[in-house]
């Protein structure tokens, strides 16, 4: 019994060990693709016309009520996203290209640890890209950990290159994990407040930007694989952001795909950083010990 109880846990561990993430265990899709939508407040979604978005809150999981961490701007919660950790410990306190305090941890590369780095720790050959449509999100990516990333430059006047470029390298390169970042309500939101006709008019464009998106995902056959979030990082009060009020630090968390949980409301408490954390637990990469993000429960 007890020789046989041995060549089980040897066929277990070995099993254990053929999983995708190099780390034990299988990935629960062997893709992640986030698309960011600079500025999405949870404030529009009463009459927010974006019917593909609604669609896939009840095919997966969803929240309207993910906190960003403060201040709300950009750089902080971009970056939150993808490093796990609240502002006070990254330093990103600000949209600076640098940290404003020393970070409590840092990489190799002089970086506060992000999932990109935490995957190609895992597994180098996991292809990671970043497209964008503000320079400033690189430098919360670590670029160091990437194998491509493209800024569009001047989206305003060449809406269409965010998906196009996204499809391209989506379908040429299949990657393992990729953040697609959309400034466009952003924009809509600083040129004319929260609540402007402008704003719910920009909405079902964008909405129609991450369905083809997502329809690229599709042609390049791996859809069937992946995960795919919709987020954001913060709202607008009249025309700014930055603040501490409900429009600002309330924003809309929509997952589905391969293994998450359908028709799912997420009643648990979500700050940015758990984002990072949901992202690494797709991967069973473990997390260093200066992150402070805790997956939801959206998995099956
Ligand atoms: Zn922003």
Known sequence: MKKFLTVLSTILLLAGCSGNSGNGGKD?????????????????????????????????????????????????????????TPAESSGILRNEPYPLCKPLALTEHNAQPTFFHLLKQARPDAETGVVTEWGDFLNYADTLCLDYYKRIFRPTQNPDAIVEESVRYIKDKKPVLCFIHIDALDHVGHTYGNGAPEYYAELPVVDDRVRRIVDGIKEAGIYDDSIIIVTSDHGHEGKSHGGRSQNEIETPFVIWGKGVRKNHEIKETFIQYDVAATVAKVFHLDTPQSWRGVPVDVFE
């Open 28 to 84: 629960i899709a062997s893709h992640v693709i986030i698309i960011g939508l600079d500025g999405w407040g949870t404030w529009c979604m009463d009459k927010a016309d974006i019917p593909f978005i609604r669609e896939k809150m009840n095919e997966g999981s969803y929240t309207l009520y993910k906190r960003s961490v403060l201040p709300s701007d950009s750089g902080p919660n971009w970056a939150a996203m993808m490093n796990g």
